[in-house]
């Protein structure tokens, strides 16, 4: 083996250790305002990767407009678009904040975030609370004064409730949620109805002791009872807390993050720090909820929720969520060879998730772009369709485009083989 | 077609139609005397098929001197013995009272049971509500100080929570239940923590509303919150709700109950009514939950909870529910064929049901015992494995004796081809 072949190995090895040591523990639910770094009363964030106001699809665009309106920083859509225009609204993305988002990733000051500790290394990471399984939701750029009235009892009912119990609990080992989920078909991206229930009866008689007000216990528990996808931010603060401490190891080919903002899609390697190698974002091939929906309605692949498939959950173990294949009128089959051909691509196993449809074998962990580029084999992301104006209009699932992996291997090359 | 295999073609189509037709609502939680008809103050029931005392196993004999002990009938276990023999407590099964009880089955005058309302027939079926994960219980026939004071807990202070909460729900439909469950790696025998976290999320909304003491509602919650196989029994009273009006069709080959006693193992057939064609109960295979245990401590295969396999769950539906080999050390294929090769001696497919695993076709329902002679393909029944004294040991898999099905054919033969 070369130096740099050793050092590569050495490196990863490392790296996945670190994700595989992680111990994530949601500890937290506060206003971002509160907690998210750098927050500022007038920032919008929005999902990765950075992208200036004029190119950005219609769900970042709307769904900064409706931040801008909700936080009370404008009255009209008109004043919201001058003052974003006039740059007295700051726009950045989740992940300059140690942040993720669904969908469009919008967050903004009052909203409430999960906050997930890392406790090995001690780093916190934040998500946007679940916001509803409403398609005309925030989340995916839709804002009216139904969405704007839902996200206050979000943030000024439902969050303080919801801080009460996890505080009560003293905080939840998201670990051991996700390795019984994954045990019981979710892949936990586009399915988390089996974490979701169990994390809502591990709270429930913290909950209960929590001494918050009946009437607002009651809200939210009818809110908690019914949503199925509640735990997958949850999932993601945990993904982004897992994977921090895995960046920037000189040498590393292993993928820190992925992200798509629905115009370019986005990789960072763990050896080349915080720089993001971009692709177009790629097209969702998937089923429309409704019969008037179709392809020419979609806007192409955006969210921060591929964190999920970054840390090895969502695509890369289909094996184990064949219902998720009803998406994409897939097979058993398909879920487990799509699962196995990840091993291809990632540097090794990670033992504490199982997968019954793999006999027990653990889920692919570490990226390696290099194995990316050499076998041609691209991760696919389970997630959500969003229209190109507003509204959640399909499931479905997207290749990551293999670009970002010939860019992010050229640049690995730049900086370490020509050194 | 001759007109005898015709006959028996449209008999058993309409004792699959009634099974498919079924709607169990879980409706009620009482006391057993208020409800299980024919039940009186010293009476105990166990597990199927009836057997006098001198021949009953280890967990019988146990089960039901605990329940006397219980029901204060007798002081000491010698003066509960006495009465046995004496003829003072009556002594009957479970299915002889529109019941089914897990485990030994042992229910007893006081001791809370589900009453689960089939509304497309109006029969109700009763199943005991499921006493704890503890090892040493009474349906596993260990009964002492400790396991008497829960038992005093769960009628006195749990099943009234319980009522009241399915009381302010109007009702629980199973099936919806079931139908989620077995998408979640539940094949609803040995496997319960998906349809015991989705009745949970349901439950709690209702709960909370239904105005119970505080106090005992904590306690209520702190105990369902841990109690991932609730849902079994359920299960079981659905089952036998739903299968009851398939009995009684003449010509139908169609099996309606298997019950063990841990002695007998006992078949009834739609067309034969009542009767019980028995044979040996077999060994369970499978796995010893410690290292001391091993089969020469283990009791016969015992229980009603396999009337979960004879409407169709199950050990017939192990491909569903890969986590299920991980007691006999097998695998997805495993559970896949065992799945398939069930298909064989079943008349007809629940669509209701899907199976992920299987590309979302249906379950199999309706055992024949001409497939079963036949094939010589035996059911799987998923099963704990009992102590052949008291206590739960382990957890496996058996396969229902040939000779149950080839007695009930003679049967048939001698009724209906002779006639």
Redo the contacts between chains.
């Keep these: 083996m070369s130096d740099l072949k050793a050092s590569i190995a050495a490196a990863n090895q490392e790296t996945v250790d670190r994700i595989l040591a992680g111990q994530p523990v949601w500890v937290d639910v506060r206003p971002a305002i509160e907690v998210v770094p750098g927050m500022t009363r007038n920032m919008v964030l929005h999902s990765s990767p950075r992208i200036e106001w004029g190119r950005m699809c219609g769900p970042h665009r709307n769904g900064i407009i409706g931040a801008v309106l909700f936080e009370g920083l404008a009255q009209t859509r008109d004043e919201a678009i001058h003052l974003i225009e006039n740059g007295d609204i700051l726009i950045d993305t989740c992940h300059n904040h140690d942040s993720v988002g669904a969908g469009a990733g919008i967050t903004s000051a009052s909203m409430p975030v999960v906050v997930v500790e890392n406790k090995t290394y001690g780093n916190r990471a934040y998500c946007d609370v679940f916001e509803s399984g409403a398609l005309q939701s925030l989340k995916w750029g839709w804002y009216d004064e139904k969405v704007g009235a839902h996200l206050h009892w979000l943030a000024e009912v439902f969050a303080p409730v919801l801080r009460a119990g996890i505080e009560c609990m003293g905080g939840l080992d998201v670990k051991s949620i996700v390795a019984?989920a994954v045990?019981?078909?979710d892949e936990c991206h586009n399915r988390s109805?089996?974490a979701s229930?169990?994390f809502?009866?591990?709270l429930?008689?913290y909950l209960?002791?929590s001494q918050v007000k009946e009437a607002d216990?009651?809200q939210a528990?009818?809110f908690?009872?019914k949503a199925d996808h509640f735990f997958l931010h949850v999932t993601m603060a945990a993904a982004k807390a897992v994977l921090e401490p895995a960046k920037d190891i000189p040498y590393s080919t292993v993928v820190t993050a992925m992200a798509r903002n629905g115009v370019d899609f986005g990789i960072q390697v763990s050896g080349l720090g915080n720089e993001w190698f971009t692709a177009p974002a790629g097209k969702v091939d998937g089923l429309y909820f409704r019969s008037e929906w179709g392809p020419g309605d979609a806007a192409l692949d955006l969210g921060d929720s591929c964190i999920t498939e970054t840390v090895g959950l969502g695509g890369l173990i289909q094996a184990t969520?064949?219902?998720v294949q009803?998406y994409v009128q897939g097979?058993?089959a398909d879920a487990i060879r799509n699962t196995v051909e990840f091993r291809e691509i990632c540097v090794s196993t990670n033992r504490e998730l199982q997968l019954?449809?793999?006999?027990?074998e653990g889920t692919p962990v570490g990226i390696d772009i290099r194995k990316v580029v050499q076998t041609g084999i691209l991760p696919i992301l389970d997630t959500g369709i969003t229209s190109k104006e507003a509204g959640l209009i399909g499931a479905g699932q997207a290749r990551a485009p293999k670009e970002c992996f010939e860019k992010a291997l050229r640049a690995f090359v730049a900086r370490y083989a020509q050194a």
């Design positions: 019984k045990q019981m078909g109805i089996a229930s169990l809502f009866k591990d429930m008689p209960l002791r216990l009651l528990v009818d908690l009872a969520a064949p219902t009803q097979t058993l019954p449809n793999l006999d027990f």
